[in-house]
């Protein structure tokens, strides 16, 4: 017997209704999923390879995704970000050094795997919270969620429906 390779949008619609929004996950991550947003719980178990394999995934779906981070640092080390593909939108003086807003863009791979490396090393503290903007749609989710279900555990947990006019 074939082992049940993807799901679509359709399989997971309840009497043609159209979603509008999608949990799905692991004990380790937790993603929230809606055409504008995406918003991600690390867990503290999870790996190098979880991390690497969510992330990684957005960028084969849509290879212009694109993350806004806050970075507080010393004027010095801003370049250090830059010469990891971050690129610069503003930034300031703040109390604790300067207040540095930096675009990681999933598609260059040097910036991405720096983006990984930087979460793997807020999981030593604790869980991590990140918040996605995008444009996305229920294709591109489901993309997603049948990319990663190889993932131990990985399911679909909540969805929620549009409502009816």
């Given at each position: ?5 993807s ?5 997971i ?13 692991s ?9 504008g947003?995406?918003k991600?719980?690390?867990?503290k ?11 990684q995934?957005?960028s ?13 640092c ?31 863009q ?11 490396e930087?979460?793997?090393s807020e ?8 918040t996605?903007?995008w ?15 190889s993932?131990?555990?990985?399911n679909?947990?909540?969805k ?5 006019e």
């Amino acid at each position: 017997m074939l082992k049940e390779v993807s799901r679509s949008k359709d399989e997971i619609l309840y009497d043609g209704r159209d979603i509008s929004y999608i949990e799905m996950g692991s004990d380790k991550i937790e993603l929230s999923c809606t055409i504008g947003k995406i918003k991600i719980w690390f867990g503290k178990q999870a790996t190098v390879q979880d991390v690497s394999k969510v992330l990684q995934c957005f960028s084969r779906i849509d290879s212009s995704f694109v993350h806004e981070t806050e970075i507080i640092c010393d004027y010095d080390q801003i370049p250090l970000y830059e010469n990891n593909d971050y690129t610069l939108i503003s930034y300031g003086r703040s109390e604790g050094g300067y207040r540095v807003i930096f675009n990681v863009q999933f598609s260059k791979e040097h910036a991405l795997n720096y983006f990984i490396e930087s979460i793997v090393s807020e999981l030593k503290e604790g869980e991590v919270n990140k918040t996605f903007h995008w444009n996305g749609s229920m294709a591109m989710i489901m993309l997603i969620f049948n990319e990663l279900r190889s993932m131990e555990g990985w399911n679909i947990t909540k969805k929620e429906y549009r409502e009816e006019e």
